[in-house]
């Protein structure tokens, strides 16, 4: 009879602790590097370029990266964290106008942003959150061009000096993502959102 009364109060113990485990923790470290997109603005250079068939423009081509990027929090409680977001894209549109002048307009662009996010997820392995964050995002308009006319070619020099500015605007997030950690301190995770990719995925590590 004891030794029954030991083996079910043991079993309760070790339930409720997996009742209780959680995928991440306060004082836990997450890093993101990840993925994502679609990448609108190349999306929409590609539609210019299809539209622009029909005109007097040839050597149409387009194409961009997708967005790159990184996140690093930390959990200031069980459910509340702090980090940083970054992510890199760009896109790129060349082509030859009815002078022969060609002209390539590239587009690189990067986003940083301080975040916090709410964890909900009380799987031993899963971490659910919500996230929202500010920060700016930076870009240049990168414009060039070559033509045999020396006139034209200074213009295309002038521009191209121009444009090497980098521009910055606000930028912000909201979104929803999951972590699977796979074994102890490795995983993948996913976030769908507003501002930035609309959806993002890649690996996850804990610390």
Request: glycine content about 12%.
């Given at each position: 009879?004891?030794?029954?009364?030991?083996?079910?109060?043991?079993?309760?113990?070790?339930?409720?602790?997996?009742?209780?485990?959680?995928?991440?923790?306060?004082?836990?470290?997450?890093?993101?590097?990840?993925?994502?997109?679609?990448?609108?603005?190349?999306?929409?250079?590609?539609?210019?370029?299809?539209?622009?068939?029909?005109?007097?423009?040839?050597?149409?081509?387009?194409?961009?990266l997708i967005p790159l990027g990184g996140r690093a929090e930390y959990l200031l409680t069980d459910n509340l964290g702090i980090g940083l977001d970054f992510n890199y894209a760009s896109s790129k549109l060349s082509f030859t106008d009815i002078d022969n002048v060609n002209y390539s307009v590239n587009?690189?662009?990067?986003?940083?942003?301080?975040?916090?996010?709410y964890h909900f997820g009380k799987g031993d392995?899963?971490?659910?959150?919500?996230?929202?964050?500010?920060?700016?995002?930076?870009?240049?308009?990168?414009?060039?061009?070559?033509?045999?006319?020396?006139?034209?070619?200074?213009?295309l020099d002038a521009i191209s000096q121009s444009s090497k500015r980098i521009g910055f605007g606000f930028a912000y997030r909201l979104g929803i993502g999951f972590r699977w950690f796979f074994i102890k301190n490795l995983g993948i995770g996913m976030e769908a959102g507003l501002g930035g990719p609309a959806l993002r995925g890649g690996l996850s590590l804990k610390f």
């Open positions: 009879m004891r030794k029954n009364c030991f083996l079910i109060t043991l079993f309760f113990c070790l339930f409720s602790a997996g009742i209780q485990a959680q995928a991440v923790e306060q004082g836990n470290i997450l890093i993101d590097i990840d993925a994502g997109g679609p990448n609108l603005l190349t999306g929409a250079m590609k539609l210019l370029a299809r539209n622009a068939t029909a005109t007097e423009v040839t050597n149409i081509q387009s194409s961009g587009v690189p662009r990067f986003r940083t942003l301080l975040r916090g996010s392995n899963t971490d659910w959150f919500l996230t929202g964050g500010v920060g700016y995002v930076g870009l240049r308009t990168r414009i060039s061009g070559t033509s045999s006319n020396p006139d034209t070619q200074s213009l």
